[in-house]
């Protein structure tokens, strides 16, 4: 049976907006209260989809969730009607408003982590949805991103979707940003890399002192045994604290992953020749680990224009290329030794430039717009095929995106409740192009 890596994107939703809420990451803070345009976001991130199912990928797509969120404002005490609601806190808390109005659920490599079937006890392919506890504006996202998976990823013989973890910051858990499956071929046992930022429980021990460190060991540990994973299957890797100070808030920012590779920054991890030989050892020897040199390549440009934060790929031929965002072509140090890469390095063929700019000014890349699950020929089929993208659907979601989305949002696009309706009667609607049912609150109330 064949074998292989599905990705399913995030598509942006029509609240798209750089409300700046995210401590750490540079790109959302340096660009706060910028006017957004939503429609362009959305077509870019089709685009890429698009771009990726044209050279014989699997690729999917994944729901934005609804904005604003008034589940979680009726949680905090506010009452009446939903326009009640908006209207007390855009005058009163405006800072909530941004926060539940938030489009970050399209980084859907925070969505959850996932364990392919392989190393699962009931040969299912596990998902734990990411509880996102260090940030409000994300920490509203799990109930709605379990329903879509659930919606999504429908067959409960073929996957098993878990609830987020409880307890807080103090289980942090930011889903597959921090999460990474080595083998050598797709379908057969391999390594599931689980990186954590500190550890909870116990204060002794390295971590940032600027920024915080969203994923904790204890979160990390949790998954892995929510999910069945053996011991020998797993490592627990710490990101080194100084580059999260830096700005590189998920392990996915300074490095990427697929198959027997490794693409990393040489301040990725905590005792990183350690790291690296442990992966070394586990793999049977037959790995390969690409370490830039921060002489080659600094860690401010490497935050700057997310290099780490692209897809490693393998094409149905075999050939292997690195997505990587435009603002890598822009920069003359990175474009100059990505350039040299692909031709001094066996492990990389190609680098290919996608134009996703509205979401990298909000501070995310290409490998924060998707969700990796690795599939074969009978887990497709328990997939939702409305959600798979080809020509026809790319086709449908566009004209969508052009009739519900604007193409200018800023804070006083945020007050006005005729946007609200907008968005929601948008969702309802896109529910029904991709066959979800209700999965959003403002559907079920």
């Not at 939703?13 to 809420?21: C, I, M, V």
């Not at 959302?28 to 991130?45: D, E, V, Y």
């Not at 920054?265 to 690409?290: C, P, S, W």
């Not at 094409?315 to 690195?322: A, Y």
Request: hydrophobic fraction near 40%; charge should be negative.
């Amino acid at each position: 049976m064949e074998h292989f890596e599905a990705n399913f994107d995030g598509l942006v939703g029509p609240s798209h907006n750089y409300g700046g809420l995210a401590k750490g990451n540079i790109a959302s803070q340096s660009n706060q209260s910028l006017t957004s345009n939503p429609r362009q976001a959305a077509l870019q991130g089709l685009a890429k989809m698009l771009t990726l199912h044209h050279m014989g990928l699997v690729q999917g797509v994944f729901a934005p969730h609804a904005r604003p969120d008034l589940n979680s404002l009726r949680q905090l005490g506010f009452s009446g009607t939903s326009r009640d609601i908006l209207n007390k806190v855009a005058t009163k808390h405006p800072e909530l408003l941004q926060a539940v109005y938030s489009a970050s659920s399209m980084w859907v490599a925070n969505a959850a982590t996932v364990s392919p079937r392989a190393h699962t006890p009931d040969n299912r392919v596990h998902m734990t949805v990411a509880n996102l506890a260090s940030h409000l504006h994300r920490a509203i996202e799990p109930p709605t991103s379990y329903n879509i998976l659930r919606s999504t990823f429908r067959d409960e013989q073929r996957f098993k979707i878990h609830h987020d973890l409880s307890y807080g910051a103090l289980m942090g858990d930011e889903g597959a940003a921090n999460h990474t499956v080595f083998t050598h071929a797709y379908g057969e046992p391999g390594i599931e890399m689980f990186v954590y930022g500190q550890r909870s429980l116990y204060r002794d021990g390295p971590r940032p002192s600027h920024f915080p460190a969203r994923q904790s060991l204890e979160a990390s540990q949790a998954v892995a045994r929510q999910h069945g994973l053996p011991e020998e299957r797993c490592m627990f890797v710490q990101q080194l604290p100084a580059s999260i100070d830096a700005g590189v808030f998920h392990n996915d920012v300074i490095a990427v992953g697929n198959l027997d590779t490794l693409f990393c920054h040489e301040y990725a991890f905590q005792d990183q020749a350690r790291v690296i030989d442990e992966l070394h050892d586990k793999m049977q020897g037959n790995f390969t680990a690409i370490e830039v040199p921060e002489s080659d390549v600094s860690v401010a440009t490497a935050v700057k224009t997310y290099m780490f934060n692209s897809q490693l790929l393998k094409l149905p031929g075999g050939k292997r290329i690195l997505v990587v965002p435009g603002e890598c072509e822009e920069n003359m140090e990175t474009w100059n030794f990505l350039q040299a890469l692909k031709e001094s390095h066996p492990a990389i063929d190609d680098v290919l430039v996608v134009d996703i700019k509205q979401s990298m000014r909000n501070g995310g890349g290409p490998a924060c717009l998707r969700l990796r699950v690795p599939m074969d020929h009978d887990l497709i089929m328990g997939v939702n095929p409305d959600c798979l993208i080809n020509e026809e659907k790319f086709n449908v979601l566009c004209q969508w995106v052009e009739r519900h989305y604007r193409d200018r949002v800023d804070a006083d696009t945020l007050r006005d409740p005729d946007f609200m309706d907008e968005n929601f009667r948008a969702l309802d609607e896109l529910t029904r192009i991709l066959n979800l049912g209700p999965v959003y609150p403002f559907q079920m109330n």
